[in-house]
Protein backbone atom coordinates (compact mmCIF):
# COMPACT_ATOMS: atom_id res chain seq x y z
CA UNK A 1 0.00 0.00 0.00
CA UNK A 2 1.30 3.08 -0.96
CA UNK A 3 1.69 5.55 2.14
CA UNK A 4 3.17 9.50 2.88
CA UNK A 5 4.05 9.80 6.42
CA UNK A 6 4.15 12.95 8.07
CA UNK A 7 4.92 13.91 12.10
CA UNK A 8 1.01 15.33 12.94
CA UNK A 9 3.13 17.97 15.08
CA UNK A 10 2.61 20.13 16.33
CA UNK A 11 5.83 21.87 15.60
CA UNK A 12 6.41 25.40 17.18
CA UNK A 13 9.24 27.96 15.93
CA UNK A 14 10.09 31.29 17.25
CA UNK A 15 9.26 34.17 14.42
CA UNK A 16 12.22 34.83 12.40
CA UNK A 17 13.26 30.55 12.85
CA UNK A 18 13.57 28.14 9.99
CA UNK A 19 10.82 25.70 10.03
CA UNK A 20 11.98 22.29 8.70
CA UNK A 21 8.77 20.21 7.44
CA UNK A 22 9.61 16.06 6.86
CA UNK A 23 7.74 13.55 4.59
CA UNK A 24 8.72 10.04 3.66
CA UNK A 25 7.09 7.81 1.33
CA UNK A 26 6.65 4.08 0.46
CA UNK A 27 6.60 3.89 -3.31
CA UNK A 28 10.02 4.23 -5.00
CA UNK A 29 7.80 4.61 -8.01
CA UNK A 30 7.03 7.87 -6.57
CA UNK A 31 7.95 10.83 -9.69
CA UNK A 32 6.65 14.51 -8.20
CA UNK A 33 6.20 15.54 -5.25
CA UNK A 34 3.88 18.39 -3.55
CA UNK A 35 3.45 20.98 -0.37
CA UNK A 36 0.58 22.44 0.70
CA UNK A 37 -0.47 24.23 2.81
CA UNK A 38 -3.92 24.60 4.82
CA UNK A 39 -5.15 27.18 7.12
CA UNK A 40 -7.43 26.37 9.30
CA UNK A 41 -11.27 25.56 7.84
CA UNK A 42 -9.70 26.86 4.43
CA UNK A 43 -8.78 24.29 1.65
CA UNK A 44 -5.35 23.21 0.62
CA UNK A 45 -3.24 25.54 -1.50
CA UNK A 46 -0.23 24.42 -3.63
CA UNK A 47 3.06 26.15 -2.46
CA UNK A 48 5.60 24.31 -4.71
CA UNK A 49 6.13 20.98 -6.44
CA UNK A 50 9.61 19.16 -6.92
CA UNK A 51 10.63 16.78 -9.67
CA UNK A 52 14.07 15.97 -9.14
CA UNK A 53 17.03 15.43 -6.69
CA UNK A 54 18.46 18.25 -4.38
CA UNK A 55 16.77 21.72 -3.74
CA UNK A 56 14.27 23.43 -5.64
CA UNK A 57 14.07 27.22 -3.60
CA UNK A 58 10.98 29.83 -3.63
CA UNK A 59 11.27 32.75 -2.08
CA UNK A 60 11.67 31.94 1.96
CA UNK A 61 10.47 28.24 0.80
CA UNK A 62 12.83 25.29 -0.03
CA UNK A 63 11.91 21.76 -0.76
CA UNK A 64 14.55 19.46 -0.70
CA UNK A 65 14.01 15.70 -2.13
CA UNK A 66 16.37 12.50 -1.94
CA UNK A 67 14.60 9.83 -4.27
CA UNK A 68 17.64 7.39 -2.48
CA UNK A 69 16.21 8.13 0.98
CA UNK A 70 12.14 8.22 0.51
CA UNK A 71 12.49 11.71 1.79
CA UNK A 72 10.88 15.34 0.97
CA UNK A 73 11.16 18.62 3.15
CA UNK A 74 9.86 21.85 3.16
CA UNK A 75 12.27 24.61 5.16
CA UNK A 76 10.81 27.69 5.81
CA UNK A 77 12.94 30.28 6.69
CA UNK A 78 12.29 33.24 8.48
CA UNK A 79 9.18 31.52 9.61
CA UNK A 80 6.17 34.34 10.24
CA UNK A 81 2.81 34.30 12.43
CA UNK A 82 1.34 33.72 9.05
CA UNK A 83 3.00 30.73 8.28
CA UNK A 84 1.23 28.64 10.84
CA UNK A 85 -0.81 26.02 9.08
CA UNK A 86 -1.00 22.54 8.81
CA UNK A 87 1.14 21.58 5.77
CA UNK A 88 0.60 18.69 3.66
CA UNK A 89 2.65 16.38 1.59
CA UNK A 90 1.99 14.93 -1.64
CA UNK A 91 2.94 12.18 -3.79
CA UNK A 92 2.41 11.53 -7.38
CA UNK A 93 3.41 7.72 -8.41
CA UNK A 94 4.45 7.49 -11.67
CA UNK A 95 3.60 10.38 -14.44
CA UNK A 96 -0.25 9.25 -14.45
CA UNK A 97 -0.84 8.48 -10.88
CA UNK A 98 -3.30 10.58 -8.33
CA UNK A 99 -1.96 12.24 -5.34
CA UNK A 100 -1.49 10.85 -2.26
CA UNK A 101 -1.44 12.69 0.72
CA UNK A 102 0.02 12.53 4.37
CA UNK A 103 -2.00 13.22 7.34
CA UNK A 104 -0.21 16.78 7.49
CA UNK A 105 2.21 18.30 9.80
CA UNK A 106 0.78 21.43 12.06
CA UNK A 107 3.05 24.23 12.02
CA UNK A 108 2.84 27.39 14.91
CA UNK A 109 5.20 30.28 14.31
CA UNK A 110 4.87 32.11 17.67
CA UNK A 111 6.06 35.65 17.63
CA UNK B 1 -10.74 33.12 -4.40
CA UNK B 2 -9.57 30.14 -6.44
CA UNK B 3 -9.85 29.12 -10.03
CA UNK B 4 -12.57 25.92 -8.58
CA UNK B 5 -15.59 26.86 -7.34
CA UNK B 6 -17.73 24.63 -4.62
CA UNK B 7 -21.31 25.58 -3.66
CA UNK B 8 -22.61 25.31 -0.96
CA UNK B 9 -19.68 25.90 1.34
CA UNK B 10 -22.10 24.56 4.24
CA UNK B 11 -24.57 21.83 4.33
CA UNK B 12 -26.83 20.25 7.18
CA UNK B 13 -28.82 17.52 5.60
CA UNK B 14 -30.55 14.52 7.55
CA UNK B 15 -29.97 10.91 6.91
CA UNK B 16 -32.77 10.62 4.95
CA UNK B 17 -32.37 13.48 2.34
CA UNK B 18 -31.02 14.10 -0.94
CA UNK B 19 -28.23 16.85 -1.82
CA UNK B 20 -26.10 17.82 -4.10
CA UNK B 21 -22.54 19.31 -3.91
CA UNK B 22 -21.70 21.09 -6.87
CA UNK B 23 -18.46 22.16 -7.95
CA UNK B 24 -17.01 24.42 -11.40
CA UNK B 25 -13.55 24.91 -12.70
CA UNK B 26 -12.11 27.80 -14.93
CA UNK B 27 -9.16 27.08 -15.51
CA UNK B 28 -9.24 25.18 -18.58
CA UNK B 29 -8.53 21.34 -16.85
CA UNK B 30 -9.73 17.93 -18.16
CA UNK B 31 -9.98 16.63 -14.91
CA UNK B 32 -11.83 16.74 -11.65
CA UNK B 33 -12.16 14.97 -8.51
CA UNK B 34 -13.51 14.83 -5.43
CA UNK B 35 -12.15 14.09 -1.94
CA UNK B 36 -12.92 13.57 1.39
CA UNK B 37 -11.44 15.02 4.69
CA UNK B 38 -11.94 14.10 8.00
CA UNK B 39 -10.44 15.04 11.38
CA UNK B 40 -6.86 13.19 11.74
CA UNK B 41 -6.92 11.31 8.79
CA UNK B 42 -5.19 12.22 5.40
CA UNK B 43 -7.37 13.39 2.49
CA UNK B 44 -8.89 10.67 0.84
CA UNK B 45 -8.93 10.73 -3.01
CA UNK B 46 -13.26 9.74 -3.78
CA UNK B 47 -14.02 10.03 -7.53
CA UNK B 48 -11.76 10.87 -10.66
CA UNK B 49 -13.13 12.12 -14.00
CA UNK B 50 -10.27 12.36 -16.69
CA UNK B 51 -11.94 13.43 -20.00
CA UNK B 52 -15.19 13.63 -18.67
CA UNK B 53 -14.97 9.46 -18.13
CA UNK B 54 -14.88 8.27 -14.17
CA UNK B 55 -11.38 6.72 -14.27
CA UNK B 56 -11.39 5.97 -10.36
CA UNK B 57 -13.78 5.05 -7.65
CA UNK B 58 -12.24 4.52 -4.38
CA UNK B 59 -14.90 1.66 -2.71
CA UNK B 60 -16.84 4.59 -2.04
CA UNK B 61 -20.06 3.45 -0.75
CA UNK B 62 -23.14 3.92 -3.14
CA UNK B 63 -24.36 6.26 -0.94
CA UNK B 64 -22.26 8.66 -2.96
CA UNK B 65 -23.10 9.58 -6.72
CA UNK B 66 -20.65 11.61 -8.96
CA UNK B 67 -21.61 13.36 -12.12
CA UNK B 68 -19.68 14.75 -14.78
CA UNK B 69 -21.57 16.64 -17.18
CA UNK B 70 -18.37 18.03 -19.01
CA UNK B 71 -15.05 19.04 -18.21
CA UNK B 72 -15.79 22.07 -16.31
CA UNK B 73 -18.31 20.38 -13.85
CA UNK B 74 -18.53 17.90 -11.53
CA UNK B 75 -21.68 17.05 -8.87
CA UNK B 76 -21.52 15.25 -5.93
CA UNK B 77 -25.10 13.69 -5.26
CA UNK B 78 -26.05 12.52 -1.49
CA UNK B 79 -28.30 10.22 -0.35
CA UNK B 80 -29.40 8.71 2.88
CA UNK B 81 -25.93 9.67 4.34
CA UNK B 82 -24.67 8.81 7.82
CA UNK B 83 -23.45 10.74 10.60
CA UNK B 84 -19.31 9.60 10.01
CA UNK B 85 -20.28 10.89 6.60
CA UNK B 86 -19.56 14.53 8.27
CA UNK B 87 -16.36 16.22 6.48
CA UNK B 88 -15.18 18.85 4.64
CA UNK B 89 -15.12 17.28 1.00
CA UNK B 90 -13.08 19.16 -1.77
CA UNK B 91 -13.64 19.41 -5.25
CA UNK B 92 -10.31 19.96 -7.59
CA UNK B 93 -8.90 19.94 -11.00
CA UNK B 94 -5.90 19.64 -12.98
CA UNK B 95 -4.55 18.38 -16.49
CA UNK B 96 -5.71 14.90 -17.15
CA UNK B 97 -2.77 12.50 -15.56
CA UNK B 98 -0.04 11.88 -18.40
CA UNK B 99 -0.62 15.37 -20.36
CA UNK B 100 2.04 17.46 -18.64
CA UNK B 101 4.98 17.16 -16.22
CA UNK B 102 2.95 18.97 -13.23
CA UNK B 103 -0.77 17.55 -13.22
CA UNK B 104 -0.75 19.95 -10.12
CA UNK B 105 -3.87 19.68 -8.61
CA UNK B 106 -5.59 22.54 -7.67
CA UNK B 107 -8.64 22.82 -4.91
CA UNK B 108 -11.68 24.53 -4.77
CA UNK B 109 -12.37 26.12 -0.94
CA UNK B 110 -14.53 22.85 -0.07
CA UNK B 111 -18.01 22.46 1.26
CA UNK B 112 -18.58 21.56 4.80
CA UNK B 113 -21.12 19.12 5.26
CA UNK B 114 -22.95 17.80 8.68
CA UNK B 115 -25.23 14.65 8.49
CA UNK B 116 -27.55 14.82 11.40
Known amino acids: QKEVEQNSGPLSVPEGAIASLNCTYS??????FFWYRQYSGKSPELIMFIYSNGDKEDGRFTAQLNKASQYVSLLIRDSQPSDSATYLC???????????FGKGTKLSVKP | ETGVTQTPRHLVMGMTNKKSLKCEQHLGHNAMYWYKQSAKKPLELMFV???????ENNSVPSRFSPECPNSSHLFLHLHTLQPEDSALYLCASSQAPGQSSGNTIYFGEGSWLTVV
Open chain 2, 49 to 55: YSLEERV
Open chain 1, 27 to 32: DRGSQS
Open chain 1, 90 to 100: AVRVGSQGNLI
